[in-house]
């Protein structure tokens, strides 16, 4: 080739690449973060109990480096290069030849996936473009945590939700600051209400509060009326993945969190596919944003 690359492909390469890096760091906060919290609430449980847990802290999100999680060997530069590494090494670990799960090559495909298009769809030179990025590795983060350990961390989605309030007071989103506050009171209440009623008629809790944050977080970036879509959309997908669920895949409840009843489905995955898929996919034709 003799031209010089167009500035379009370059910024969609950048974007790429910065994808696959935020996938390879999701992929250390959904191990590590998990862990964290349940080693916080039990030293808080025990210190209000005048109980004596004394667990070694588990690691923190920036100590030690990455390791394998069979042998404990660091990883060496190279191994730590999302996607790559992991072809490179077939999916094992090179000092133990332990099978590394493929879901944190999938975190990171998804990621790069979802960093490139916001790079197309928005203008990458401008912040709003950015801003897409990270709350959509934000959701994916959440979604897989949710799958995993039926937990929503109050960092992400809180952390979420400010990041989109501060994102529309600086004009960076569709919606106004008014639009994003209402967005945000609105998502939470269309989930708090509607468990409330189900819990004071069948006694059983059918919503956990993490819901609660995760849709007010998605309602404070799309504004009001598409959260109340994202709910819906996020409902049949809810149904969709129990189905799907209950015949191949069941989530896994037993790596902490909390208790859940056999075969509860967590609803944070099918919140976060929904809002994503109605940012690729958007409900413009009703019209009443
Ligand atoms: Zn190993």
């Not at 802290?57 to 660091?74: I, K, N, V, W």
């Not at 949710?146 to 937990?151: H, P, Q, S």
Request: aromatic share 12%; proline share 8%.
């Amino acid at each position: 080739m003799t031209h010089a690359l167009p500035t379009e492909l370059l910024w969609v390469v950048f974007a790429g690449c910065i994808g696959a890096v935020a996938g390879s760091f999701a992929n250390m906060v959904i191990h590590r973060l998990p862990r964290m919290l349940e080693h916080r609430w039990m030293r808080e449980a025990s210190d209000a109990t005048g109980g004596t847990f004394t667990d070694p802290a588990p690691p923190d999100l920036f100590r030690p480096e990455s390791h394998c999680p069979t042998c404990g060997q660091a990883l060496r530069w190279w191994q730590n290069i999302p996607i790559v590494s992991f072809i490179a090494l077939r999916g094992r670990c090179a000092h133990c030849q332990a099978a590394i799960p493929t879901r944190y090559l999938l975190t990171e495909l998804v990621m790069t996936a979802w960093f490139v298009w916001c790079a197309t769809y928005h203008d990458p030179a401008q912040a709003t473009a950015w801003f897409w990025s990270v709350w959509g590795a934000c959701l994916i983060t959440l979604a897989i945590i949710d799958w995993r350990t039926f937990l929503l961390p109050d960092p992400l989605t809180l952390g979420l939700l400010w990041l989109s309030l501060v994102a529309a007071a600086l004009g960076l989103l569709p919606v106004s600051p008014t639009q994003a506050i209402w967005g945000a009171a609105v998502g939470y209440l269309v989930v708090f209400l509607p468990g409330w009623v189900f819990e004071r008629v069948t006694g059983r809790t059918g919503m956990a509060h993490g819901d609660f944050k995760l849709m007010a977080a998605v309602g404070a970036a799309v504004g009001p009326s598409q959260v109340i879509f994202t709910l819906l959309v996020a409902s049949l997908l809810g149904i969709a993945m129990a189905l799907f669920a209950r015949r191949w895949m069941p989530p896994s409840s037993t790596e902490g969190g909390f208790d859940v009843a056999p075969g509860a489905i967590p609803f944070g995955p099918a919140i976060a596919a929904a809002a994503m898929v109605l940012q690729v996919w958007p409900l413009d034709w009703l019209a009443l944003q």
